[in-house]
C-alpha cells in the first residue's frame, strides 16, 4: 500500500469509529441518522477492501485464468457469460427480497442499536462470506445447486437431509415473498400497471443487448432506466384514468398471475427476461437507497426511537414477543445473514459468471449492498415518532382497533401520541384517518420513513402521498426479481433430484422382489428420469417448473383465502427457516474447505456456522417448547385447544379457534422437523470433517476439471489500468470477452 491509500484507509477507519461511538455511547439525547450511514460505510469500505480480499486470494486461492461453467457448458439459455455489471445487478436483485426491508422494522421495537450491529458486523463476517464462498464452491462444480453439493460433499445421510430442508424451506421463502408482493399490488392500479410494464422493458432490453446493439451496457441501461421511471409516472396517470378498473386487481387474480410469470422466467433464457429485469430492477434498488442516503445526510433526521427499548430486556414487546438473544438475530432474517442467498449463489449466477476472481465483487459486494438496505430500513423506522411506529406495527388484539384506544394503550408502553396524530399521518399519505392502525410486516413502515425523509428533501409535506407509494412501488420491484430467481433455482434443484433418481430406479428394478410388470415399466423410466439431469431438456424444465410455482402458488392461495391468513402462519417460521437454510450452506463451505487442504482457513466459515447453529436452534427451541403462548406454538395450540373444549366462543369465532389450532401445529411442526434436519447434516459434516483431518487423502473433491479460460474481463466494477490495456490489446470493450484472433496474430495476454 502506498502512503497515500494508507491515508485514505485511515480516514475510512475514522469515520466509522467515530459514527459507532455516537452510536453507541449516546443516551438520554437523539441522534442523528447520519452517524448510523457513516458507520455502515465505512465498516464495509473496510471489509470489502480488507477481509473480501484476503478470502479470495489467501482461503479460497481464485484462478482468474480457470474457465467457468459459463464459458465451458455456454448454452445461451442458462449457461450464459454475462457482463460483471450486469451479474452484480440480477445477483443483487435475487437476493435482495423482503428480508433487509421488512425484518429490520420489525426489530426495531428493540431499539435501534442492538439490530444495527447485526446488520453491520453481521453481513461482513457471516452473510458475505458465505455468499462469496459458496458462489465460488459451486462454480468450481459446473454451477451445481446447494443440496446437489450437499449430497456429493458430506454423503447420502447429510446430504438427503440437507438437499429436503434445502428445497422445502424455499419454498416457504417463495411464498412468503409472494405474499408481500401480494398484498402491495392488491386494489392499487398504480402499482400493478408500472410492475406489470417493467415486463416488456426487460425483455426489450435483452433483445436489445443480444442482438440489436451487443455490448452497448451503458446505452441499454439509460433506455431502460428511463422507460422505468416513465412507466412509474405513468402509473399514476393510469391510477387516475378510466383504465384504473382493468389494473385493479384482487387477491385471487394476482396469485395466478405471480404463478404464470414465476413459470415464464423459469423457463426462458436468462438472458432474455431474468437478467435484463433484474438489471433494469436494480437501478431503481440503487437509485433509491442512494437517494435516501443523500436524503439522510441532507435533512439530518434524528433517531427518535431508543438505542435499545425497556422490550429488549422484557421479551413482551407489541410487534413481537421474545427475548432480544435470540429473536432480533432471526427477526433480521436477511441483511446480515440469509441462507436464501446461498440458492441464488449455487442457482443462477454460477452459470454466468465469466471470471472466479469475480466472486468477490459479485458474491461479497452484492451482499454488503443488500445489508446497506438493512440499514436504511431500521433508520426509516427508527426516525418516525415511536408511538406512531408502534400503532403502525402492533396487531389490533394488542393495541386496538380505533384511535383513540390505540393511542391510549400505547401511552401505556411509555410513548405518547394522540387520536389526531395518527389520522394526520395517515390522511398525509391519503390512506383515511384510521389507514395506518395495524399496517404489520413493516413494508408500509418503511414506506412511511421513505416518505417523511424524501418530502424533507423535494416538495414538502404535500408530496408525502408521492413518496409513500413510490416507496411502496420500490418494495414490489424490491421483492419480485427475487420470486423468478428463486423459482428458477427450484427447478434447478428439482431437475437434479428427478434425475439422480436413476441409479435408484435401475437397482430397483433388478431387485429379486419386484414384480416382472413394475420392472419393466420402471425400465421403460429409467432413461426418461436421466435426462432431467441436463439442465436445458425442454420437457424437464417445463414439467419442473410447473411443479416448483404450483408448490409455492398453493399455500400463497391458502394464504390469500384462509380467514386467519393460511400462508401467514408461516411468518413466524420465515426468519428461523432462512437462518437454518445459512447453517446449511456454512455447514457445506467449512466441509469443502477442510476437504480441499484449507485446514487453518476453516474458521472462516466454521465461526459465522457455530453463531448461525447456536442461535437459530435456541430460537426453535423456544418457539417448539416455550410455555408462554405468544412465543410456543404447542402452547398456543393447547391454550385455543382448551378453550374450544370449554364452549366458551361465539359461532363464527369457532372457525377462528379451529384454525389456530391448525396454523400452530403446521408452525410447531415444521420448525422442529427443520431443526432435526439441520442437526442432523452438521452431525455427518462433522464425521466428514474428522476423517479428512485424520486422513487427507481419503477426502474426494467434485470439482471439474481445469480448463484454461480463453475469456479476457475485469475483476471488479470499474477496470484497472493493466485490465483496460489488455482489453484494448484484445480488442474488446470494457465487458469483456472472448478476442477473435487472426491466424497471423498471437495469443492476447490473459
Known amino acids: 500500500m502506498t502512503p497515500k491509500s494508507v491515508a485514505i484507509w485511515t480516514a475510512v477507519a475514522l469515520v466509522g469509529a467515530l459514527s459507532w461511538a455516537m452510536l453507541a455511547l449516546s443516551r438520554g439525547e ?41 464459458e465451458r457448458l455456454n448454452d445461451g439459455v442458462d449457461f450464459h457469460p454475462t457482463d460483471r455489471r450486469v451479474l452484480l445487478g440480477h445477483h443483487f436483485a435475487a437476493i435482495s427480497g423482503a428480508g433487509p426491508l421488512v425484518g429490520p422494522v420489525l426489530a426495531a421495537q428493540m431499539g435501534y442499536l442492538p439490530g444495527t450491529i447485526w446488520i453491520i458486523v453481521g453481513v461482513i463476517f457471516a452473510g458475505a ?46 411464498a412468503v415473498l409472494s405474499l408481500v408482493v401480494l398484498n402491495a399490488l392488491a386494489e392499487s392500479p398504480w402499482g400493478t400497471f408500472a410492475t406489470a410494464l417493467s415486463i416488456p422493458i426487460a425483455l426489450f432490453m435483452g433483445i436489445y443487448m443480444r442482438w440489436i446493439r451487443p455490448g452497448r451496457v451503458a446505452e441499454v441501461s439509460l433506455l431502460g432506466v428511463g422507460m422505468l421511471l416513465l412507466a412509474i409516472v405513468a402509473g399514476r396517470w393510469v391510477a387516475e384514468s378510466s383504465w384504473a378498473g382493468a389494473f385493479t386487481l384482487d387477491k385471487s387474480t394476482l396469485v395466478v398471475w405471480l404463478v404464470i410469470y414465476g413459470f415464464v422466467a423459469s423457463v426462458l433464457p436468462v438472458w432474455m427476461l431474468l437478467a435484463p429485469r433484474d438489471y433494469l430492477s436494480t437501478f431503481m434498488k440503487i437509485g433509491t437507497i442512494g437517494m435516501l442516503a443523500l436524503g439522510i445526510l441532507f435533512t439530518l433526521p434524528g433517531m427518535k426511537m431508543d438505542a435499545v427499548t425497556d422490550f429488549a430486556g422484557r421479551g413482551d414487546g407489541p410487534v413481537f414477543a421474545g427475548s432480544l438473544f435470540p429473536f432480533v438475530f432471526i427477526t433480521i432474517a436477511c441483511g446480515a445473514l440469509s441462507g436464501f442467498h446461498a440458492l441464488i449463489s449455487s442457482g443462477t449466477t454460477p452459470k454466468m459468471i465469466q471470471k472466479e476472481t469475480q466472486v468477490r465483487m459479485v458474491g461479497y459486494g452484492g451482499m454488503l449492498m443488500e445489508s446497506s438496505v438493512a440499514v ?46 395518527l389520522a394526520a399521518a395517515a390522511q398525509d399519505v391519503h390512506l383515511g384517518e384510521d389507514g395506518l392502525l395495524s399496517r404489520t410486516g413493516g413494508a408500509p413502515t418503511f414506506a412511511l420513513g421513505v416518505a417523511s425523509i424524501f418530502s424533507g428533501v423535494i416538495g414538502g409535506s404535500g408530496m408525502m402521498a408521492f413518496w409513500y407509494h413510490f416507496a411502496i412501488m420500490f418494495e414490489v420491484l424490491f421483492i419480485l426479481t427475487a420470486i423468478d430467481s428463486g423459482t428458477r433455482v427450484g427447478r434447478f434443484m428439482l431437475q ?28 421403460r423410466t429409467e432413461p426418461v428420469l436421466g435426462k432431467f439431469r441436463d439442465v436445458g431438456w425442454l420437457p424437464g424444465v417445463y414439467l419442473t417448473s410447473a411443479l416448483v410455482v404450483l408448490a409455492w402458488g398453493y399455500f400463497l392461495w391458502v394464504g390469500v383465502h384462509d380467514p386467519l391468513g393460511g400462508i401467514n402462519q408461516l411468518f413466524p417460521i420465515f426468519g428461523i427457516s432462512n437462518q437454518l437454510l445459512a447453517a446449511v450452506a456454512l455447514t457445506v463451505c467449512t466441509v469443502m474447505l477442510i476437504k480441499s487442504g484449507r485446514l487453518k482457513w476453516a474458521w472462516v466459515t466454521g465461526v459465522p456456522l457455530a453463531w448461525d447453529a447456536v442461535v437459530t436452534l435456541t430460537a426453535s427451541w423456544q418457539k417448539v417448547f416455550s410455555d408462554d403462548p405468544r412465543v410456543g406454538f404447542f402452547s398456543l395450540r393447547s391454550a385455543t385447544q382448551d378453550k374450544i373444549d370449554s364452549g366458551d366462543f361465539s359461532g363464527k369465532e369457532l372457525a377462528d379457534l379451529e384454525t389456530i389450532v391448525t396454523n400452530t401445529t403446521v408452525q410447531g411442526t415444521l420448525s422442529a422437523v427443520f431443526a432435526l434436519l439441520i442437526v442432523v447434516v452438521i452431525a455427518d459434516a462433522v464425521r466428514v470433517c474428522v476423517k479428512a483431518i485424520r486422513n487427507p487423502q481419503s477426502a474426494e473433491l467434485k470439482e471439474a476439471p481445469y480448463e484454461e479460460s480463453q475469456i479476457i474481463a475485469p475483476d471488479e466494477l470499474i477496470a484497472t489500468p493493466e485490465e483496460k490495456a489488455q482489453l484494448a490489446a484484445a480488442g474488446l470493450g470494457p465487458g469483456g470477452g472472448i478476442p477473435e484472433q487472426r491466424p497471423d496474430e498471437p495469443e492476447p495476454v490473459r
Open 129 to 174: 462470506v458465505q455468499d462469496m464462498v459458496v458462489l465460488f464452491f459451486s462454480t468450481r462444480r459446473n454451477g451445481k445447486s446447494l443440496g446437489r453439493i450437499a449430497r456429493e460433499e458430506i454423503g447420502p445421510i447429510g446430504g438427503i437431509a440437507g438437499l429436503l430442508a434445502v428445497f422445502s424451506i424455499m419454498i416457504i421463502l417463495i
Open 30 to 70: 437523539e441522534v442523528s441518522a447520519a452517524w448510523m450511514v457513516g458507520a455502515a460505510l465505512g465498516s464495509y469500505a473496510i471489509g470489502y477492501r480488507f477481509y473480501a480480499k484476503f478470502i479470495l486470494y489467501r482461503v479460497l486461492k481464485a484462478d482468474r485464468t480457470r474457465a467457468t461453467p459459463a
Open 376 to 421: 436504511m430500513a431500521m433508520i426509516a423506522a427508527c426516525v418516525l415518532d415511536p408511538g406512531l411506529y408502534f400503532a403502525m406495527n402492533a396487531p389490533p388484539n394488542i393495541i386496538g382497533a380505533d384511535l383513540q384506544t390505540v393511542s391510549d394503550t400505547i401511552t401505556g408502553f411509555g410513548f405518547s401520541i394522540t387520536p389526531a396524530d
Open 496 to 523: 437434479e433430484v428427478i434425475g439422480n433418481t436413476q441409479p435408484l430406479v435401475g437397482k430397483a428394478r433388478q431387485a429379486s422382489w419386484m414384480p416382472r410388470g413394475l420392472g419393466r415399466a420402471l425400465g
